[in-house]
């Protein structure tokens, strides 16, 4: 009798561990879930942030190419007067 009682509060424990571990489960995949959407909204940053470089690249060279024809224009200019 007293091992009838120990297999059903084994059983009962068995039953109570699979599912937490099916909560387990399910908890770990909406995390990787949450994790594969965090991976892509920082690669998407990446990206913003290299197209963002690449323009302000491209802004400096213009304006460095800009003060360059200013000073050749300027001395230019006081070469004459």
Do not use: P
């Not at 470089?53 to 304006?63: I, K, M, P, V, W």
């Amino acid at each position: 009798m007293d091992l009838d009682k120990l297999f059903e509060g084994i059983n009962a424990i068995q039953k109570q561990i699979k599912g937490f571990q099916q909560e387990m489960r399910e908890e770990i995949t909406g995390i990787k879930g949450e994790v594969s959407e965090i991976k892509r909204d920082i690669k998407n940053i990446n990206e913003r942030l290299d197209r963002i470089e690449a323009s302000l690249e491209l802004l400096a060279n213009r304006q460095f190419k800009h003060e360059t024809e200013i000073e050749v224009m300027k001395k230019k200019f006081f070469t004459r007067v």
